[in-house]
């Protein structure tokens, strides 16, 4: 049982565009969330988190939004640029545990 | 900072054999370490955890006996798949965080082929 989904498993944007990458997930003792970046064949980057005590974050052109009442985070990139083209994971962690969970991905591909 | 190397970036081994795949966090102590997998269009999933001086715990379903899992010091951890199938053909990611920080920082990943 996957707790963490997403549900698109690619979006496609035009450059300047946003971008809103979305993540649902179920485990309600989750109490930290992370974006990571992924290219092909390369380990995933590290881009963005946000403490289940906050509902926004916001880095540069990354801000990313936390609705606990909905179990739902969404990563906002504005405005999107041709190199933010990659696989973007969510990941959820347990309070007072080490493991995280991943979502599935979702292939974002900003069009110039 | 933060960075994480994994050797070799990709390795093509016969069927068999054993293979082991280094992690090391280069400028950070990393008190525990993760083991991923990662299958085409997938996402990543889970191994096992390390922690420095103890033994691996590892995901239901995963094979302790056949995925061993060594961290022997706060900068390395490494997996040696043993007798190697076709179906262990992967990429293989580390993950590495110290006691301090939530985020996890990872590898570049292992291409490893079973022919």
């Known amino acids: 049982d996957q707790q963490v989904k997403q549900n698109s498993p690619s979006l496609s944007v035009q450059e300047g565009r946003i971008s809103i990458l979305n993540c649902d997930y179920t485990?309600?003792?989750?109490?930290?969330f992370l974006w990571y970046k992924k290219y092909p064949a390369e380990g995933p980057t590290f881009l963005i988190s946000i403490s289940s005590i906050k509902d926004k974050n916001e880095d540069g052109r990354f801000t990313v939004f936390l609705n606990k009442s909905a179990k739902h985070l969404s990563l906002h990139i504005v405005p999107s640029q041709p190199g933010d083209s990659a696989v973007y994971f969510c990941a959820a962690k347990e309070y007072n545990f080490n493991k995280f969970y991943f979502g599935s991905g979702t292939k974002l591909n900003v069009k110039p | 900072g933060a960075v994480v190397s994994q050797h070799p970036s990709w390795v093509i081994c016969k069927s068999g054999t054993s293979v082991k795949i280094e992690c090391r966090s280069l400028?950070?102590?990393?008190?525990?370490m993760f083991w991923y997998r990662q299958f085409p269009k997938k996402s990543l999933m889970l191994m096992a955890t390390?922690?420095?001086?103890?033994?691996?715990?590892?995901e239901q379903g995963v094979e302790k006996d056949k995925f061993l899992i060594n961290h022997a010091s706060l900068t390395l951890s490494t997996l040696t798949v043993t007798s190697a199938h076709p179906e262990d053909s992967s990429f293989y990611i580390c993950s590495a965080r110290d006691g301090s920080q939530y985020e996890q920082y990872f590898g570049p990943g292992t291409r490893l082929t079973v022919t």
């Open positions: 485990n309600s003792m989750f109490d930290y």
């Open positions: 390390s922690n420095e001086g103890s033994k691996a715990t590892y």
């Open positions: 400028d950070f102590q990393a008190t525990t």
